[in-house]
Structure formats: C-alpha cells, structure tokens
C-alpha cells in the first residue's frame, strides 16, 4: 500500500521474489539487503520516474505455481510498476506466464538461454554461452579439463545450461556422468560411487544454495578435489560459508557479479551497504550483488526511455541500449544486459577473480 499521505501515484510497488526457503533459502538475506540498499539510493534521489520505490518481498521458494498466483494477486491491484529478484527459473516461467508482459520483470539470475522468453522479461544474469560456455573452455586450456561430469537439480536452467556445454564440447560425448537430482537433495553417493566419475577431468555444478554446498562437503569427503576440479555458475559467498572452508578447494566459479574489493567502485559499494546495514549484516555476495544491480538497472532504463511500458522499453532495448548508471551491467542487447563476465577461484569462504571470460 502507498505510505500514509501518499497517492498511488507517488509510489511505485515493486515486487521482489527470492526465496526464503529451501536451498535457495541460504540466499535470501543477502539479496533482500543488497536489495534494501538500491531502493534506499535510489529513493533518496528522485526515486523511479519520480516516484518513490514501495518493495515487496515474496517467497520465491515454493512451487512455481503458488509463486506465480501470489504475483497475480497483487498485479490485479493495478499498483505493481515491476518486478524482480534472485529465484530458479522455473518460478520464473511460470510467473512469466501470469505477468503477461504488463510490467518489466527484471530477472537477477543466470538462465538457460531460451529463445521464447515474454516479452518485458529481461535477463539481467548471465546466459550460458556467455559465462559456463566460456568457463569450461578456460579449464580446458588452463587446467586440461576436456571430459566432464555434470550434477544438476531436475529443472530447466541445469539441463539447458548442460546442453549448451556438451554444444560446445569437441566431442559431445566429453560430458561422461550427466545425474539431475530433486532440489532439497541431501544425499549425493549414486553419483560420487559411480565408477565412470573417475574417468572425467571435471565437474560442472548445477545446483542451487544449500544444495551445491552440502554436494561440495560430500564430494570433498570422497578425497575428490586433489585430482578433480569443479566448476559452477551459481555459488556465491553463502554458499561457501555453509560448505566450510575445506570443502571449496579446487572449486571455480564463473559470475558476472563478484563484488571485487580491489576496485573503488567495489569498496565503496561495500562501505555504502555497511553504513546503511550495519557491520552485522548479511553479506554483499554474488548472488545479492546481482539483485542490487537489477533495481538499479531498472531505474536507470526508466530514466533512458522515459517509461516502464512494456512495449517501449522492448522496442527501445531490441536492437541495442546503452545506460549510463552505477551498475556494471552497461545495457541491454535485446532481452539480454550485457557487461563483463569473470571466473574465480574459491579461496576458504571467498573469491580471488583470476580471469575475465571472452
């Protein structure tokens, strides 16, 4: 609701889906913070469009559908101006389906690359011929990865984005070990006592939160990391912390989003989320960084096109749209923004960026 002495049209709801159970559930404070620290900046200017940011949080860990009939509700209030967060992508096809293209829905995780998303979806994290792609040719060359184990949670984004690399791959039948598991698996030994594990060079990670860190203390238990490196897109500093220490080495990871300390944009966003946070507070990570930026894009592209009209923002990011603003994502091609994409490498519970991906 508008706050008290404001009319709908000074306020601007946005909703922000990201889950606060399950595996994904590990991620969730960090984003709602990093989140909390875009609309209080942008807010302290003249807001979106002049109007100022009301958030809303939904639970974005329950089945899609129920996801997609709480969005509903409140789209059917006329008063949501657009929507974001950090979820899996089948929450987000399924809410992309009820949204029907009447506001931007802003999507702050990596995807598969599908060619049918809705039109107003816009992605702002990584396709995978942009980031896993791209990653795995780097083990190739740097560490001699060629044949390849993938794990992945049994939905959309691990199966296209595995697809894509066995595309990639010289010889499709390099991935030698493909096991898709239900998210909230616990119990990883089918696929660590298969013998044909052995065989390959690496592992692709496909898995979200909790789910990825309990496999890594499995795996490191197994005696895997000294003879196996691993690679994913979707592990953040959470993700670490909860593996401990121990269980990343060996471990890369390729994001669009590092929060790099070594650079001043980098500290000083990490000194502006402390002050208004506190020293106590969840951590700026990969993942809340991507969430972060995608309230910032989508007050940067109102301001470039004038709008939040669906049609026009389609037409005006279709063949190509440059923002000037302070996330690291520059635009958007199409549907897609654009920006640099690097891989790190684990280091106890953070990341040492060692390259930028091609």
């Not at 008063?79 to 809410?95: L, Q, Y």
């Not at 980098?266 to 990969?286: C, E, K």
Request: glycine share 8%; charged share 20%.
């Amino acid at each position: 609701m508008p706050f008290f002495g404001q009319s709908r049209d000074e306020t601007i709801e946005i909703l922000s889906i990201v889950p606060t159970q399950g595996p994904g559930g590990i991620i969730a404070p960090s984003c709602t913070a990093a989140i909390s620290l875009a609309v209080d900046e942008i807010n302290s200017g003249t807001g979106i469009l002049g109007r100022e940011i009301q958030l809303t949080t939904i639970d974005g860990g329950r089945e899609p559908r129920e996801v997609a009939a709480e969005v509903e509700a409140f789209l059917a209030t006329g008063m949501v101006g657009a929507i974001t967060g950090w979820h899996t992508s089948a929450v987000r096809r399924t809410v992309a389906e009820v949204v029907d293209a009447r506001v931007p829905y802003l999507y702050a995780t990596d995807h598969e690359g599908l060619p049918d998303e809705r039109p107003g979806v816009l992605l702002v994290g990584e396709h995978p011929d942009h980031q896993t792609v791209p990653a795995a040719a780097w083990m190739g060359r740097e560490l001699g990865v060629r044949r390849w184990a993938v794990i992945g949670n049994d939905y959309i984004w691990p199966r296209r984005t595995a697809q894509a690399l066995r595309q990639s791959l010289p010889n499709p039948h390099d991935i030698i070990v493909e096991q898709y598991v239900p998210l909230g698996t616990t119990d990883f030994d089918d696929f660590l006592s298969n013998p044909a594990l052995l065989l390959a060079d690496g592992v692709l990670i496909l898995m979200v939160g909790a789910d990825t860190a309990r496999f890594n203390r499995q795996f490191t238990a197994a005696g895997f990391p000294a003879i196996m490196p691993r690679l994913s897109p979707a592990v953040d500093e959470n993700v670490l912390l909860s593996a401990g220490p121990s269980a990343n080495t060996n471990l890369y990871v390729a994001s669009s989003f590092f929060v790099d300390n070594h650079t001043d944009e980098g500290r000083s966003r990490q000194a502006r989320y402390r002050r208004h946070h506190g020293q106590f507070a969840p951590a700026l990570t990969t993942f809340s960084n991507s969430t972060y930026e995608a309230i910032h894009l989508l007050n940067t592209l109102a301001d470039t096109t004038g709008t939040l009209d669906v049609e026009k923002i389609s037409a005006a990011v279709e063949t190509g749209l440059f923002l000037d603003g302070p996330a690291t994502r520059r635009g958007f091609l199409g549907n897609q923004a654009v920006g640099p994409a690097h891989l790190a490498k684990a280091n106890g519970v953070d990341f040492d960026i060692i390259d930028t991906l091609p």
